[in-house]
Structure formats: structure tokens, C-alpha cells
């Protein structure tokens, strides 16, 4: 089973951009799709934005369609969440997940890996 690793969270302003990585070892990290998932405070776990094992199909929460992008590097073993114009409602621990599929999935009920979580944190 791959291990994941995330990192790059941080304490950002309203408006700003930053980019949270993923980097997997240990397990087959192209074969399954992945995605990323966040917890705010106080609230449950959310599925933010999927990718297929391929890149070639992605997904996205509505309360982040436009805004974050997720891609992946199958030769780095890193998957990546690219996220602009941040809000304090993105305020969250984002992890990131791989599945036992090849085609994107919402449920985290279909992913058997997880990272430890990297916190962003969005001020106004």
C-alpha cells in the first residue's frame, strides 16, 4: 500500500494562491486515482477534487470549481492541488488519497490510503 506524504500547507491571506504536493512511496502510485479531501473545524471530512489514475479526467467540488486545479506527476509520484483566490471558508487539513479505482471517486469510503494531512489556513 502507498504512503502518502503532503506538504506545502501554511497561513495565507484572502485572495492569495498557493500549492499543497502529495508524494507517495512504498505502493504503485500511477496505477489509482487519487484526490484531495479537507476538514474545516468543526465540520466533516469533504471531498475537494479528484483525478483519474491517467490525469485525463479530474473532478471538483462546486465550492472550488474554478478556483483549485488538481494534477498529477506519475514520474515525481506526486499529485498536486494548485489553489487560487483563497477564501477563509478554505480554511481546512487537506489530505490527499489514493483509491482501489482507476476513475474518480467522491466517496472516501473508496480510498484505502491517506496522507496525515497538510493545514492551510486562510485569514481575511
Known amino acids: 500500500q502507498v504512503q502518502l506524504v503532503e506538504s506545502g500547507g501554511g497561513l495565507m491571506q484572502a485572495g492569495d494562491s498557493l500549492r499543497v504536493s502529495c508524494t507517495g512511496s512504498?505502493?504503485?502510485?500511477?496505477?489509482?486515482?487519487m484526490a484531495w479531501f479537507r476538514r474545516a473545524p468543526g465540520k466533516e471530512r469533504e471531498f475537494v477534487a479528484g483525478i483519474s489514475w491517467s490525469g485525463g479526467k479530474t473532478d471538483y467540488a462546486d465550492s472550488v470549481k474554478g478556483r483549485f486545479t488538481i494534477s498529477r506527476d506519475n514520474d515525481k509520484n506526486t499529485l498536486y492541488l494548485q489553489m487560487e483566490s483563497l477564501t477563509p471558508e478554505d480554511t481546512a487539513v487537506y489530505y490527499c488519497?489514493?483509491?482501489?479505482?482507476?476513475?474518480?471517486?467522491?466517496?472516501?469510503?473508496?480510498?484505502?490510503?491517506w496522507g496525515q494531512g497538510t493545514e492551510v489556513i486562510v485569514s481575511s
Open positions: 512504498g505502493g504503485v502510485f500511477h496505477y489509482y486515482s
Open positions: 488519497a489514493s483509491s482501489q479505482y482507476y476513475t474518480v471517486q467522491r466517496s472516501p469510503e473508496n480510498y484505502d490510503a
